[in-house]
């Protein structure tokens, strides 16, 4: 209102690179909030469950140092916090906070149930789990490095920031977390014990209910539910699309201001911010030669004519029309000129700096607007160009090669995905396997632990499916970080069940009872934490963060 040229009847559309890394950045700087939103919420969390305001910032502060550590590792790489590693600090407090719970929630059991000093709790929950904390962290380490193998340098930076964070999740957690705990002084220990006793006789029913689930007719029917399950979720996984599902750049939402002015350029113009760049090359000063600038005039009118294809522009086409207008505009003359001459007179309009060809005239690139760059879209125009060059032999003068522009580079992406997917995940397991192997010995450890955690896997594939999540360079690296995150639960619960059935001889369903009294408390109120905070990605202006949430929330 304070603007004096202000004309409600005009409006102004922005698009173009510049506005959209803008609009990333200021929302990126809505990530600060998020994550403070996430340790407030984790805190709370922890104090309800420890009952001890005091207690609950030990775990959490560790978390903390872990994620400073993690940054400052990886500036001293000569690396930066590209906007889709957001991710990345979350996960590290994700991992840090999970870890920290089985620590401290042992460390409780041992004060409340055993009445041992602070000092003396420390030292035996460090005994009971450095073993199987330790392999925990080198597992994740090892998954996360199975990301390594997507040749996409943007996810390769996703891994290598998270293997930092493992790294200090390490050191803070199996060294300084367990040596903080042994100073902690409680002011009333028998207040802070019948707090924990009163939480657990409220916990132990469930647990009994639970357990029955290791009596064969109960096991038999829920293996029979998750098997069906199982196969139902890779029938409809089979439908997953790879790449972009939804119109507009896909960082920002689609209500966002810049992909709303967007769509509204490109359904009123035939020009749109989805541009596929096929680069013809051919002989030196091809432009002035009728055969080559033909091949490109036809490879343009064939692009014009696909379906999700708004317009298609070159060289080729371009001369036709400037042939057209030296005539007095005669449709007649819309046409490309036969002689060396009409070409030289049509193209000499024409500068490398348009874009439309290089120094020597041996590459002319056809710039392609397509309606958007949906997968579906990208497949369907990548096929027709296939179709199209599928006769053109090695020796003919003039050779199509993809692709430039911001849809050529996500088709390449798509490509690399579609190619690496299957040997990520194959690899990630393959190396949780090996690491569950070598820690308990056993078939019985990798049926029990791997096996569920590749179920969630599949089922998380069938949910994108039905929300309309493609696979892309966001949502590939949250299987293998959620993976990471849901072995540290695995390893955690079946080592403390082994240790009751093998060294305890206890029957199975006491056994299980007591693992979950034990540690499947601290693995139901870490999941808890963890989905809570990352459900608040959600209210990002960030497209990709507000999947990568879903979907974590969901694994």
């Known amino acids: 209102k304070n603007n004096p040229d202000y004309n409600p009847d005009i409006d102004v559309e922005i698009i173009g690179f510049a506005k959209v890394i803008g609009d990333v950045a200021d929302a990126s700087v809505q990530v600060i909030g998020f994550f403070a939103l996430t340790v407030i919420l984790v805190w709370l969390i922890l104090s309800y469950y420890m009952g001890s305001f005091i207690v609950s910032v030990y775990p959490l502060s560790c978390g903390l140092l872990a994620v400073i550590w993690e940054l400052g590792i990886l500036h001293l790489a000569g690396y930066g916090l590209d906007p889709f590693a957001i991710l990345v600090p979350f996960l590290v407090l994700a991992i840090s906070v999970s870890h920290g719970i089985q620590i401290t929630s042992f460390w409780l059991l ?63 957690k199996k060294v300084l977390l367990p040596c903080l705990l042994s100073y902690v002084h409680l002011k009333n220990p028998q207040r802070f014990r019948d707090y924990q006793r009163r939480r657990d006789d409220k916990l132990k029913p469930i647990w009994h209910k639970l357990a029955i689930l290791t009596r064969k007719p109960y096991a038999a029917i829920v293996i029979a539910m998750a098997i069906l399950a199982w196969g139902g979720a890779e029938w409809i996984a089979r439908d997953l699309q790879i790449g972009e599902l939804h119109p507009g750049v896909p960082a920002l939402r689609p209500d966002s201001r810049y992909n709303l002015d967007s769509d509204f350029i490109s359904q009123k113009y035939s020009i749109g911010v989805d541009i596929l760049q096929v680069y013809a090359a051919t002989k030196t000063n091809g432009c002035i030669d009728y055969g080559v600038m033909n091949k490109i005039n036809r490879f343009g009118w064939y692009m014009n004519n696909t379906p999700g294809v708004v317009s298609a522009t070159s060289m080729a086409l371009l001369d036709k029309v400037v042939w057209a ?61 296939d179709k199209f060059t599928a006769d053109i032999k090695a020796d003919d003068p003039v050779q199509f090669q993809l692709a430039g522009g911001n849809v050529g580079v996500m088709a390449a992406t798509n490509a690399v995905i579609k190619k690496t997917e299957f040997s990520v995940l194959f690899w990630l397991y393959a190396a949780i396997t090996l690491c569950v192997f070598v820690s308990f010995r056993g078939i019985t450890s990798i049926i029990c632990i791997v096996v569920p955690l590749a179920a969630v896997s599949v089922f998380t594939y069938a949910i994108m499916v039905f929300l309309g999540i493609g696979e892309t360079v966001a949502t590939l690296p949250v299987a293998a ?9 695995g390893i955690y619960i079946f080592s403390v069940l082994e240790e009751n059935v093998k060294l305890k001889r206890m029957p199975l369903r006491e056994a299980y009872a007591d693992t979950l009294h034990q540690t499947g408390k601290a693995v139901v109120v870490t999941a808890l934490a963890l989905s809570a905070s990352v459900a608040t990605w959600i209210l990002s202006g960030l497209q990709f963060q507000i999947d990568m949430g879903i979907l974590l929330t969901i694994m």
């Open 110 to 172: 041992e004060v409340s149930d055993r009445g041992l000093d602070s000092f003396a709790a420390s030292r035996a929950t460090y005994r009971r789990l450095v073993i199987p904390g330790i392999t925990a962290l080198i597992t994740n380490i090892i998954g996360f490095g199975t990301i390594l193998l997507i040749p996409i340098g943007i996810v390769r930076e996703m891994a290598i920031n998270a293997m930092f964070g493992l790294f200090a999740v390490i050191i803070c």
């Open 325 to 385: 207008q030296y005539n007095e505009n005669n449709p007649r003359w819309l046409q490309l000129p036969r002689s060396q001459d009409g070409l030289i007179l049509a193209g000499q309009q024409f500068t490398t700096s348009t874009g439309l060809l290089n120094d020597d005239c041996s590459v002319m690139p056809t710039y392609i607007f397509m309606k958007d760059h949906k997968a579906t879209t990208i497949d369907s125009v990548i096929a027709a160009i």
């Open 481 to 489: 970080f959620a993976a990471g995150i849901g072995v540290d639960y």
